[in-house]
């Protein structure tokens, strides 16, 4: 594996019996390989086709990979001008950190993520007028997708546990013109004692939990360095008491998406199933992504663990299927 992280032998083991051996060796030549330049339009300033017009005039080569979501564009690298007109131009890659630096990101034209990250929102579907809660807000990404979605209309409850991070998720919303908006600091618990005190309630719920982090090795090759198993336990327990505080926030008919950056079905299906066997009133929905998207379903087992059927509504997000990080997301619909 580049960059001199290898991965440890837990973790191959877990992939393997997760993947079976051949799958794994796909997944882990797609490690090898360089991920897509993705950013998302922030349609709350600017068009796709009038930011469109503006990269290309840096000869930045895009494509528009999605016919459903033009928002979405993948950075393919730039046409090489230096050798004057009428010269044969050759495509480059762009410098480092220029994405992040032109001045249309400054403007908050655009929002640098990767696609994967974008589904969560895509799958909740966020509606003008709606109130919608981001629980575990910072940095902002998909807090500043959502408010997109509700074009900047209805309320959206941004929260997140840290200061620190709050302070950048705050700086972000602000640079993404990210006007409806409110950002309340609070765990899980402290937050649903607030709002239940009030008998507050939202039409529907992001949950972008804390975990391992398994599936961002693609993008940030430190993650096989920190990767341990023994923080797995420990953070399945915590997304438990995180969606047992949440879930009775949604109104009837409300929806919440639950969604990770791991594969480890400790913190996947296992919390899913969780839920639904202490929760009889909600049920599992299927996902809805763009149809350019290869979704694999949840697993129905890992190691001496059988979960629900219904878990195979959920959808797995590999690297080897869409040079994109992995991901893993479930949709909660409250039905009493």
């Not at 480059?92 to 220029?98: A, H, S, V, W, Y």
């Not at 959502?146 to 972000?172: E, F, P, T, V, Y």
């Not at 336990?233 to 009775?248: A, D, G, M």
């Not at 199933?273 to 350019?292: D, T, V, Y």
Request: charged content about 30%.
């Amino acid at each position: 594996m580049k960059k001199n992280y290898p991965l440890k032998e837990d973790f191959v083991n877990r992939m393997k019996a997760l993947l079976g051996k051949e799958e794994y060796e796909r997944y882990l030549n797609a490690l090898d390989s360089e991920g897509l330049n993705s950013i998302r339009v922030n349609t709350l300033k600017i068009s796709p086709e009038k930011l469109k017009k503006r990269l290309q005039e840096k000869n930045w080569i895009l494509k528009q990979p999605f016919k459903s979501n033009p928002e979405i564009f993948i950075i393919k690298g730039k046409v090489d001008g230096s050798h004057g007109e009428g010269s044969k131009h050759k495509i480059i890659d762009l410098e480092p950190g220029e994405i992040g630096r032109s001045l249309e990101h400054l403007l908050g034209y655009y929002y640098v993520q990767d696609i994967s990250s974008m589904l969560p929102v895509l799958s909740l579907n966020p509606k003008e007028g709606e109130i919608v809660l981001d629980l575990c807000a910072a940095p902002g990404s998909k807090t500043s997708q959502i408010a997109a979605k509700m074009k900047n209309q209805g309320l959206l409850i941004a929260n997140d546990a840290s200061l620190g991070r709050i302070k950048i998720l705050a700086s972000n919303l602000e640079r993404c013109g990210v006007r409806n908006s409110i950002i309340t600091k609070g765990n899980a618990e402290s937050l649903a004692k607030r709002l239940e005190k009030s008998n507050f309630q939202v039409d529907k719920i992001l949950v972008d939990a804390p975990c391992s982090g398994e599936g961002t090795i693609l993008t940030n090759r430190k993650t096989a360095l920190m990767w341990n198993i023994k923080k797995i336990p420990s953070l399945s327990r915590l997304q438990k008491t995180i969606l047992e505080n949440t879930i009775n926030l949604l109104k009837l008919e409300g929806e919440l998406i639950y969604s990770t950056c791991t594969h480890a079905p400790e913190e996947n299906e296992e919390v899913v199933n969780h839920m639904l066997e202490k929760f009889p009133n909600i049920k599992l929905e299927r996902i809805s992504l763009p149809q350019e998207i290869k979704i694999r379903s949840g697993i129905k087992r890992w190691n001496d663990k059988e979960f629900s059927c219904e878990v195979k509504k959920c959808a797995r997000i590999y690297p080897q299927d869409n040079k994109t990080e992995g991901f893993f997301i479930a949709k909660i619909k409250k039905i009493r």
